[in-house]
């Protein structure tokens, strides 16, 4: 299926267009299953998104059946969970402590472990068990894109590229001289809706080599949902040079 590139006016309404989709995705999977997957990005485009969900003030967050809802992390940085480079520190900040949810529902990578290695290996098990799969189907992951065509820590170069097995590795960045925890292009690729969210001037060059350029050059092209939906949501500043406009 080819994917379905939404391009919205600024940075807010890019923002509230991936709330009201994650508003639309939870409510179909609570209404098929009782509950719904999510694994969260990381990074700072999402912030918004995450804060306009948490904001009972907003449209978002009455319609979203927090009681229902499984957060996961699609990657992690190898520092603990209050460190100012914590994925799971931004979106706790800025929607988990403001929101009914129960610690049960949120799971985070343990980014603090010594052994990155031993996180993987604990999130994988977390997710084959979560699940009751060994290959985990998300009702919805949210992802960015980098400069350098990463997404989630798929880092271009890396052997986490390569990973066909595990749900969850931990490869060395070289340009970042640290581990990072990730998903896995199986897993993530396993999932029923994938969405994009990139804004931003300094975005606009690597998304057009991304959508308009040849395939397989950047790990966020080998984002294709195997039985799913794809989709980028960008903004304008972002979208300067895509040819299909
Ligand atoms: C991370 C993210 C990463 C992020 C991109 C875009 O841990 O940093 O998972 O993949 O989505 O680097 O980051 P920005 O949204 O900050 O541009």
């Given amino acids: 299926m080819k994917p379905s590139i939404e391009i919205l006016s600024d940075p807010e309404q890019l923002a509230r267009a991936a709330a009201q989709r994650i508003v639309v995705h939870s409510k179909a999977a609570v209404s098929k299953n009782g509950t719904v997957t999510i694994a969260l990005s990381g990074g700072s485009t999402p912030k918004r998104l995450y804060e306009l969900l948490a904001n009972a003030d907003e449209e978002f967050f009455s319609q979203i059946s927090w009681d229902q809802v499984q957060f996961f992390w699609t990657d992690e940085r190898h520092v603990g969970p209050d460190h100012p480079d914590s994925n799971y520190r931004m979106v ?20 603090e472990l010594t052994d990155p290695n031993e996180a993987a290996h604990r999130y994988d098990s977390l997710l084959k068990k979560t699940f009751d799969s060994e290959l985990p189907r998300f009702d919805l992951v949210l992802l960015g894109l980098g400069n350098d065509g990463h997404t989630a820590s798929l880092f271009p170069g890396t052997t986490a590229l390569l990973e066909q097995h ?27 809706t994938i969405v994009f969210l990139v804004s931003g001037s300094e975005k606009a060059d690597i998304l057009t080599q991304v959508l308009d350029g040849p395939p397989s050059q950047f790990p966020a092209q080998l984002i294709n949902p195997v039985n799913g939906q794809l989709t980028w949501l960008v903004d304008r500043a972002a979208a300067t040079n895509l040819t299909l406009q």
Avoid at 92 to 111: C, D, F, T, W, Y
């Fill in 92 to 111: 706790n900040e800025a929607m988990l402590s403001k929101v009914p949810i129960e610690s049960a529902q949120v799971h985070r990578m343990l980014g």
């Fill in 166 to 192: 595990q749900l969850v590795t931990a490869p060395w960045v070289e340009k970042l001289n640290s581990h990072r925890l990730t998903m896995t292009l199986p897993l993530l690729n396993n999932a029923a």
